[in-house]
DNA sequence: TGAAAAGTTTTGTATAGACATAAGAGGGCC
DNA sequence: GGCCCTCTTATGTCTATACAAAACTTTTCA
């Protein structure tokens, strides 16, 4: 029950708890003690009671009520952290020489598909950028970019034949909102050819479009071979450090 | 700066805060103001100003040290919150009619590809089911799924004609841990032709592997068509709830 | 000069008390 | 029975205070 791991009272308070409910010991639905029952419990003040329990509402591990008590909530939570790779580390990570190449650079107005990545209303210029990540010199990823240049004109200049633009950007741009879309593609026949693989083969596409309040930054897509791609992420309730790995 | 949309008073201080860091205009490595400091500024106690800092130091956005201050933390997060579905509330959520159908059932010894996928060292009773789910008749999921009855005796009694695997195990089982596994492959051709999908179009194959304590509960592998599905994840990055969307 | 000691500042944790708010429980009235 | 009002209870937020721990700064003393 007393957890000696946790030096300080309402974490020790929130653990004992939160592993009752994650052992099924009490399950959906079972009210839990009372902030008054858990004072006397732990011999505390409802202060660091509720310091403890508060956390574990806000993560929606149990709901609250005012006069009926909290209660382990039902529909157990079914999301997921998922650790999106920025792809030099995640190479380097695996053990692997990354290599990296520049394949087209061209600074022009959005076309229409374009526009529509980057969802903008008028046409726009636009850094387009492709290029080619490898590990231990097999193709890993091909990245097709384009930069909002009337978001970020500083990426003009920038030598993008040494750095990769998901570094400079991450590094240089700070982003208030992403979305990732996460799809399953056959790709045509050019994306094949340069990625090493089967006319045919399945691809993991992940796309990625960044914002700075309302300004679009970035779209990326990045297309893995399926063959060699995985994306893995573990859920451990508990709201620590997110242990992502990957194959 | 004072946002009337966040009634109580820490919970504006703190997103006042983090909107600050997040349009940037606080970079990383920037002292935000001492507790004293952001007393003042907001007229409240010490107590106020730190249920407010607190949480934004635990989900890691500052990083707060003792006589130094409080600072945007350096490394940007780069992690996202992915909505795994819940297939029948998936359909149902698009408005389409959803279908169920139970296609195999099966208790035995778990084969050798099995004791890997669920991770086991001796051979054990499994229940192997295979279900398809169909949105407006279509299919559009393939579920082949392995519980482990050694942990879950009770699902050998359970009708998974009418209820499907999936739902009854998150109302009826505890979990503590699950690892999602998310890939793109071109997928058997009999799998093809239950998905009623061309044999060489890329599917999009999430794996899930779900833990109780030290016990391995279940294994699944739900099988998309490419064309149909994607995962979206949107990161928006208050630790409010998760606007999480599909397509 | 240089290392140890003392002082100062900031965060970390906890207490006790106060008032507000929501909502279930029960009683009385039609 | 059904409806409204009041009472009660549990949570929600906040204050003022206290002491502890960490870490940087200054002073002291060998």
Redesign the pocket.
């Given at each position: 029950m007393t957890d000696l791991k946790d030096a300080?009272?309402?974490?020790r308070i929130r653990s004992d708890i939160s592993e009752r409910i994650l052992s099924g010991a009490w399950p959906p639905g079972h009210r839990i003690p009372?902030?008054?029952e858990l004072m006397a419990e732990y011999?505390?003040?409802?202060?660091?009671v509720?310091?403890a329990?508060?956390p574990l509402?806000e993560s929606g591990l149990i709901i609250?009520?005012?006069?009926?008590?909290?209660f382990v909530s039902r529909p157990r939570i079914h999301s997921v952290v998922l650790d999106i790779p920025d792809i030099p580390a995640e190479v380097t990570a695996r053990g692997e020489p990354y290599g990296y190449e520049l394949q087209s650079r061209k600074v022009r107005l959005a076309g229409r598909r374009e526009i529509e990545e980057l969802g903008l209303d008028l046409p726009v210029e636009v850094l387009a950028l492709r290029c080619l990540h490898r590990a231990s010199g097999r193709p890993f990823a091909l990245e097709e970019r384009l930069i909002n240049l009337a978001a970020v004109p500083e990426a003009a200049d920038v030598d993008f034949m040494r750095v990769a633009p998901g570094s400079w950007l991450l590094s240089h741009v700070p982003w208030t909102e992403a979305e990732h879309r996460i799809s399953a593609a056959n790709v045509p026949r050019a994306t094949s050819i340069l990625l090493g693989i089967e006319a045919q083969a399945a691809c993991l596409v992940l796309e990625r479009q960044t914002w700075r309040g309302d300004d679009r930054i970035t779209h990326v897509r990045l297309t893995f071979p399926g063959e060699a791609y995985d994306l893995v992420a573990r859920f451990a309730p508990q709201p620590a450090a997110n242990p992502a790995a990957r194959r």
């Open positions: 300080t009272l309402h974490k009372y902030e008054h011999g505390c003040s409802r202060m660091t509720n310091k329990l508060a509402a609250r009520r005012r006069k009926a008590g909290s």
